[in-house]
């Protein structure tokens, strides 16, 4: 199936733990975002990747690396959690050429700091 | 029935009657509107977007109004059924960008009554 996946689904972890969510699209897009959606379903960008270059980079902690090991992969780091990272994190990709059909979105990834 | 987007608001409809989600968006810049459906448990998923040379635009039962003079986006579903029930969010592309740079509204949720 063509789509963006996640990994893993749920993440339970205590806090100051350190945790990866990984991402991979197969839809031969060239830009991948990471979202954060809270408690109240406000969706947020985070980050944005085009050809492994950074070039979105909003106000997010810097306990949060994004990591490009190719365009086809974007995974998020999280150092130290703390209770107020719990959330959705959503992996989303595009073609920056296109500017049609918007973002495809992955499934999610709750985690969930205690 | 109708409502107003931004604080995430609860839009009831009868199956079968037509719904309207409204959203207020902040930049008289962007380009690229989206409307997104989000069922619990998944990601924002694409329904129909328009640019902002266009003031209409229509899909299967969806149609999206813009007016730039007043910065309004709508989402109408004409015929609703069970299976629309979900959180609807619009999004705005943020001009200047290497690639999209949406902006999400705070979703409306709506729920389709048998």
């Known amino acids: 199936d063509t789509a963006v996946s996640q990994t893993p689904k749920y993440l339970v972890t205590q806090m100051g733990n350190d945790k990866s969510i990984k991402c991979e699209q197969n839809l031969g897009h060239d830009t991948m975002y990471w979202y954060k959606q809270d408690s109240k379903k406000f969706l947020k960008i985070m980050f944005s990747?085009?050809?492994?270059?950074?070039?979105i980079n909003e106000t997010v902690p810097n306990r949060f690396s994004p990591k490009s090991p190719d365009k086809a992969h974007l995974n998020l780091h999280i150092n130290s959690l703390e209770l107020g990272d719990s959330a959705v994190y959503f992996c989303?990709?595009?073609?920056?050429?296109?500017?049609?059909?918007?973002?495809?979105f992955g499934p999610g990834t709750r985690l969930t700091v205690l | 029935g109708e409502s107003v987007g931004l604080h995430l608001p609860t839009l009831s409809v009868q199956e079968g009657d037509n719904s309207i989600i409204n959203c207020a968006y902040s930049n008289s810049a962007s380009d690229y509107f989206i409307w997104y459906k989000q069922e619990s448990g998944k990601g924002p998923q694409f329904i129909i977007d328009i640019r902002s040379n266009m003031d209409k635009r229509q899909g299967q039962r969806v149609t999206v109004l813009l007016n730039k003079t007043v910065k309004h986006l709508s989402l109408q579903i004409a015929a609703t059924q069970p299976g629309d029930s979900a959180v609807y969010f619009c999004a705005e592309n943020i001009k200047g960008w290497g690639a999209q740079k949406l902006v999400f509204g705070q979703g409306t949720r709506l729920t389709i009554n048998p």
């Open positions: 989303a990709s595009s073609q920056a050429s296109s500017t049609t059909k918007g973002q495809f």
């Open positions: 990747y085009n050809n492994k270059e950074l070039i």
